[in-house]
């Protein structure tokens, strides 16, 4: 099972919020599966997908997002 975690950076910041989100994944030696990415004028929607929980839990965590499907 795939966990997928939603996460929004404003237009404004997505080179450094990508900068920062490859720097955690490398620091955690999390696996991200699957980068998928939605880009609107204002704003990038990302979804990650991750095969551990407590890895996409964290993740979620530090980039204020939210795990989909799981409460």
Do not use: C, K, P
């Not at 989100?21 to 939605?38: G, H, M, P, S, T």
């Not at 890895?55 to 989909?68: D, Q, V």
């Amino acid at each position: 099972m795939l966990y997928t975690v939603q996460i929004r950076l404003d237009g404004d910041h997505v080179a450094a919020g990508m900068s920062e989100i490859w720097e955690w994944l490398d620091r955690n030696q999390a696996d991200a599966e699957v980068f998928r990415y939605r880009m609107t004028a204002e704003h990038v929607q990302l979804r990650i997908e991750f095969q551990v929980l407590s890895e996409a839990s964290a993740f979620a965590e530090a980039f204020a997002g939210s795990i989909l499907g799981v409460s």
